[in-house]
């Protein structure tokens, strides 16, 4: 199955709820989404692939919280990558996209972007991202 919402994880208790259920009826179904930044820690993404997800898509856009300040996306920045990572290493497929030249952003934020993408490759094997420029 394919869940056609920009952030299935928009609202923890329901997702929650949701993992709950397709993890008690066990029908073997296999799913994937688009998610957002928050609420995907380890024990959650341990429940995402026990309930049968097999791909997610992010928005990451940064990984500079200054950035991520400006654009008012929800997160933290360093769990971004953790939780790309665990994905991984948990047998989910994750992509993720980012958005480069956003305004207000430094030559510090573009390190860091930099930074934390070489050490996601680093760590995975199976990892996709699309680089997108910002345009005004």
Known sequence: MHFHDDMING???HF???LDELIARDRGT??????????????RLQRMKASGCVLVKMGVQ?????TLGRMHRPGKADLLATSIVGS???????????????????DDDHRRNLDV?????AETSGVY????????
């Open 62 to 66: 940064s990984f500079a919280a200054g």
């Open 16 to 18: 929650d709820a949701l």
């Open 88 to 106: 991984e290493e948990l047998g989910i497929s994750m992509h993720y996209d980012m958005l480069t030249c956003f305004p207000g952003e430094t």
């Open 117 to 121: 993408i070489e050490s996601i490759f």
């Open 30 to 43: 296999r799913w994937e989404s688009f998610v957002g930044p928050q609420g995907l820690d380890r024990p």
């Open 11 to 13: 609202h923890l208790p």
């Open 129 to 136: 991202f699309s680089l997108n420029p910002f345009y005004l």
